[in-house]
């Protein structure tokens, strides 16, 4: 006689019937086409099952070398001691990084991202410095439906007209670090100046933005210098500045291009006669050790700064100098937010990075949290960070030379 195995309670469902049930159709014929293939497994159901508790892998595109070398370092190292903080978990699975070098060059981004995606099959992806890799990779990102959190790159497009549902962004639009402080400037600084900034996207956008708000408030730009990313000698963009007598110079410079250009201007006496200052990446806490006092007095506005008195920020400069030795920098504040955005996200959905990734947008459109920089979320429109902007002056603190923050300027959503 053969023994039947008994069903209880429901009727028994064909495999394929079991599969429908639990996973849809979709799921099914994901696994049917690809799951089976070299596993010897029916269906592709441990694929489908596995795919909860592979590891997350994250795709990280920064620059590691050249002008913002030091910016892809410091937004590494946030995002390492968030990640370690939150024991390389989230939602059920291990995170690990797949980092690529981000250059400067556009073209060198969109291989690496393309690299990243294709080739590595990376889950999610973050990082980008420049603007001009952020808007050359935006296409292939939004096509290949890869969910990307930025943790610099300010290009204007990427959350206005270019925005997707895959493209979120932690840091700033470079609206948000241009547009606040001009009619502070005019009333407080100086009613005419010159503008300048390194020759591509960022550079003009961040002038822009200044501009609108300089110039509504009845301010005037008496020039524009417009010398080339990665520059090394500013010689003759700083005399074209002198040529029109500024009271004052308004410029966006990163990198080791704010290092030469500050200390060159306080050399050829730029800075002498006109007051510096810009947004604050040019005399942020990564240059100004090799600016010095060539910095001093600068005003810059930003969306933190290492002498915010906040617990969150406090907390976090600690744990960053304790685990890098080094002080924290707004990129390292950046990275670090990028990475509590992927892991709340990836906690709140279930770690499920699959298909037309739906809940993962949902659940990162939702991260709400007190950042270091003061309260942090998206606009639940563009994707964009919605955050307060604060006034700074290159001051003493001791011995040091550090930004002190004198005056909130408000909280700022780009327009988008
Ligand atoms: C940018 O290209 O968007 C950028 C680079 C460095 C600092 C700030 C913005």
Redesign the pocket.
Known sequence: MTRRRRTIGRPRLTRRELLTAAFGGAALLAGAAGGTRGTGRLFGVPAVLAASTQPVKLGVLLPYSKV?QQ?GEDITSGMELYLASAGWKAGGRRITLIKEDEDIDPQVALRKARKLIESDSVDLMTGL????S?LAIRDLVHATKTVLVIS????NAVTRARRSPYIFRASFS?WQ?GYPIGKWFYENVARSCVAGAAD???GHEDINAFKDSYLAAGGRVAAEVYPPLNNTDYAPYIAQMQRAKPEAIFVFF??SDAVRFVTQAAQYGLTKDARLAGPG?LVEEDVLPAQGRTAFGAYSCLHWALTLQRPENLAFARAYRARWKREATVYAMQGYDAARVIVEALTAAGGDTSGDKAKLIEAMAAVRFASPRGAFAFDPDTHNVVQEVYLRQVRDVGRTLHNVVFASLGVFRDPG
């Open positions: 913002y910016l410095v420049s603007s001009a952020a610099n790159a300010g290009a470079n670090t591509y996207a960022a990163a990198g990446f």
